[in-house]
């Protein structure tokens, strides 16, 4: 058997950040973009591209990074960025890539590291561009980082309800009346587990969060640097599509890691590695309960006592019964547990 | 599978060598000598013929490119859509349905003038799933900015291709190209092909540059940021414009072409068989001039003077030069293989084209329009007869009735 059937295609190292004092000052998102007051998503474009450097192309597919932030005759992007479709982050950053290693492998272009990372949002990436982003995660011979940035609706569209929406929040397209309560019933998808469960020549998958904006871009730097197809989840909270005062965007960000809903992880070469507040609930620090982030957003403002505790009841159940909490939601037979065990 | 035949022991690097190849074997072969940079794969009959032709072009080391299967036509064209704006030569294609699953990556690529090349095997729409050729497919992105033409033989093909890459390249024009080929009758039927040399193929074609359109770090542009009432009309009308200009560069090329490899029409845009000094010239698209050139012959031998205008180009469309070879017989037949539900008359595209291109002419001959061999079903000479019959009758007459005549259908 061959000692390591890893494929690896890096081709830069990308130092992280230690710490805060160090991130470098330059700023390749600026002015001239038009996103809402607290928006946590616009923050999320500039860490990353702080991160990623000038030499870096930036794919952004339909949603609010797109329409907020790129109005013809303005831009915010110092390096160079271009729309891409709705569906079509995962196909942009294999294209991006697969172009330019061709060139540079031919000689028709300078050989050098270029970043390629293509954004989504959770409507794009997690609904309709999902088959795209899966194939982009096993070519592995083009390196790239998807970010899906998670507001958790298609928020440019008026705030309707996607695949990443929590269960029961008001949208447009779920809105609590007399007859019906809740009309959104299904539980979000677990994205970032299944993209790494689901490719593992994919060498690393992260979830991230911009109230933990340090490690955010090192996570970023981490995937640049690993190379290959790589994935990043960033959950953004949004005071336009959640309802709360726009002061309080990073402190939501803290709350959903510390209730445990959004757990702050990276899958490097099939390893699971918990980060900050997440990890010290996987070593025992108690979760803070879920009503005390969901009551402080209007989505979620008609729960009942019911609504509460259901969602707390699911939250619980990814901590204590996933086989491993958080991030991968099978769970052995006892009969396989016990004969593990045994050996 | 290629035939190599006994002319094609050409040792010399500046000899053509003659191959037995089908029409995607030789969009294959122009590829490879067009140095091509990335191209993507997904399985749809008839045109995927031509991705396994450029598989095993990649897997014997006779091209050097990013070979990508995708998952689907849609990430299939949007991959190669941002490989162009980087700069690399793309190829793409696909038939039928698979091409209107693309629909969306289909009209983005005009306005962002991504000069990408494809093929279209023309194929029925579903449903029922059929396998056989019609011309809708590729006639959806008639009104969008992609240029069009349709090929009729194994070298036209191949031939059209090197043209394609130059025409669409040229930063006049930088627009989509897609290059029609009857599904069965040409993307699967061999025929002897002469096939350049590289060294030919490298004067004629130029590397693909993007210039200020490039998009890396070195030029740090933003592309495609929103724009609404301020400024859409402005970009439709760029690309009007440069489809406008397209015309310009297409006769350059063929002209360049026959300079450079000593073949290929004197007239782009559309062939005449027997038309100077026809009473009627029939109208079509594709491999359907087979049929049409032999009922020609036995017409002819029989005293009929009946022509033939097989179109080549439909987008940019011919219309003035169209309208010269049209206007001067005394009827005028057009065989759609395809149709348009609700139209004027309920024809076919390619008749209500003609109708109004002749519109403006002081001279418009009688007009009758057919809708024939749909679904590939085979246009027989008697089909033929009988149209001609029709288009003498409407001569006669000095006009023709406004109706749409199926050919060959179970009534």
């Known amino acids: 058997m061959a000692e390591t059937t890893t494929f690896t295609n890096a081709t830069q190292i990308l130092e992280p950040f230690r710490g805060v004092k160090r991130v470098t000052i330059e700023e390749y998102f600026t002015s001239g973009h038009r996103t809402c007051q607290g928006c946590e998503s616009a923050l999320v474009m500039k860490l990353m591209v702080k991160a990623s450097g000038p030499r870096t192309i930036v794919l952004g597919s339909t949603g609010c990074m797109y329409v907020a932030n790129t109005t013809y005759y303005t831009t915010p992007w110092v390096v160079p960025w271009m729309h891409t479709q709705l569906g079509s982050s995962g196909s942009a950053a294999l294209g991006t890539a697969a172009g330019l290693k061709a060139l540079m492998r031919k000689g028709k272009m300078k050989s050098e590291s270029i970043n390629v990372i293509a954004f989504c949002g959770d409507g794009g990436g997690a609904d309709m561009g999902l088959g795209a982003i899966s194939a982009t995660l096993t070519h592995k011979e083009y390196n790239s980082l998807i970010l899906l940035y ?9 705030i309707q309800l996607s695949g990443m929406t929590p269960f029961g929040a008001n949208t447009t397209f779920s809105p609590p009346g007399k007859a019906i309560r809740n009309i959104h019933t299904r539980w979000k998808k677990n994205m970032a587990g299944l993209m790494a469960a689901g490719h593992p020549e994919c060498r690393y998958v992260a979830t991230v969060c911009a109230s933990y904006a340090v490690e955010m871009m090192n996570k970023v730097r981490r995937a640049l640097t690993i190379g290959g197809p790589t994935f990043i989840h960033s959950l953004d909270p949004c005071p336009k599509g959640w309802d709360y005062d726009p002061m309080l965007s990073h402190e939501l960000g803290e709350l959903a890691i510390e209730t445990g809903i959004f757990p702050l992880y990276e899958v490097e070469d099939g390893q699971v590695k918990y980060y900050g507040k997440t990890k010290a609930i996987v070593e025992g620090r108690a979760r803070k309960p879920v009503r005390e982030y969901l009551l402080k957003q209007g989505r979620f403002a008609h729960f009942t006592e019911e609504d509460l505790a259901y969602f707390q009841a699911k939250v619980d159940e990814q901590w204590e019964k996933w086989e491993i909490p958080a991030v991968v939601p099978f769970r052995r037979l006892d009969a396989t547990r016990a004969a593990l065990s045994a050996k | 599978m290629a035939v190599v035949t006994p002319a094609a022991h050409a040792a010399s690097s500046e000899e053509d060598k003659e191959l037995l190849i089908s029409g995607s074997e030789a969009v294959a072969e122009a590829l490879a000598l067009a140095d091509l940079d990335v191209v993507t794969a997904y399985p749809i009959r008839p045109y995927d013929t031509v991705m396994q032709a450029i598989a095993k072009k990649i897997s014997g080391g006779q091209l050097v490119a990013e070979y990508i299967v995708a998952e689907g036509e849609h990430s299939q064209f949007e991959i190669v859509k941002h490989a162009s704006t980087v700069g690399a030569r793309v190829f793409c294609g696909s ?17 962002l003038r991504v000069p990408m090349v494809c093929l279209v095997g023309n194929r029925a ?86 210039g200020d359109l490039l998009l890396h770090p070195d030029n740090p542009i933003t592309v495609a940021p929103q724009a609404n009432e301020d400024w859409v009309i402005e970009i439709r009308r760029q690309n009007n414009e440069a489809m406008a200009r397209a015309v310009t560069v297409i006769e350059e090329a063929y002209a360049d ?11 782009p845009w559309f062939e005449e068989y027997m038309a100077d000094d026809a009473d009627v010239i029939l109208v079509g698209m594709g491999t359907i001039s087979l049929s049409l050139k032999v009922a020609i012959r036995e017409m002819r031998a029989k005293g009929k003077k009946v022509g033939l205008v097989r179109l080549r180009w439909f987008r940019p469309f011919p219309t003035e030069k169209l309208v010269a070879a049209l206007s001067r017989a005394n009827a005028i037949g057009i065989i759609d293989r395809d149709y348009s539900f609700g139209s004027p008359f309920g024809s076919g595209v390619v008749a209500n084209e003609i109708r109004a291109a002749l519109y403006n002419s002081e001279r418009r001959p009688p ?21 001609t019959d029709m288009c003498y009758a409407a001569a006669a007459a000095g006009k023709s009735d406004s109706k749409t005549h199926w050919l060959g259908v179970r009534e």
């Open chain 1, 150 to 158: 998670d507001n958790e609706s298609y928020a440019n569209t008026d």
């Open chain 2, 95 to 111: 038939s039928g349905v698979g091409w209107m699953y693309a629909m969306e990556c289909l009209v983005v690529t005009p306005p």
């Open chain 2, 125 to 210: 729409l579903d449903d029922p799933g059929a396998f056989g050729v019609e011309h809708n497919d590729a006639l959806v992105v008639r009104d969008v900015g992609w240029m069009l033409c349709w090929v009729d033989t194994s070298q036209e093909a191949l031939d059209t291709t090197l043209i394609a890459y130059r025409v669409a390249e040229d930063r006049r024009v930088f627009l989509p190209l897609a290059i029609s080929a009857d599904g069965a009758f040409l993307t699967h039927s061999q025929a002897l092909t002469m096939v350049p040399p590289k060294a030919k193929v490298d004067r004629y074609l130029p590397r693909y540059d993007r």
């Open chain 2, 257 to 267: 072409f026959r300079r450079v490899f000593g073949r290929g029409p004197e007239n």
């Open chain 2, 367 to 387: 007009l009758v329009s057919f809708i024939c061999g749909l679904g590939g079903r085979e246009v027989t000479l008697e089909d033929v007869y009988k149209a």
